[in-house]
């Protein structure tokens, strides 16, 4: 598994993760969660499985 993620779009999917997923708890939603806890996991390996089929690179140390 090639890291496929730089810094700024693992950082922006934190961000993303945190606030999904309390507005999961706040609404109920646990949809909301799942999608959350699916961010913050693709932030924490610094792997997206979405970006495989486009060739999608944001690492730029990967080359």
Known sequence: ???NMGS???T???VAGIAV???GFYASSWILGIVGV???ATSAM???PAYLPFG???NKSSS
């Open 1 to 3: 598994m090639e890291k």
């Open 8 to 10: 700024t779009d693992r």
């Open 12 to 14: 922006i999917r934190l």
């Open 21 to 23: 997923l309390a507005w």
């Open 38 to 40: 699916v961010l913050l």
């Open 46 to 48: 610094a792997w997206c």
């Open 56 to 58: 999608i690179k944001t």
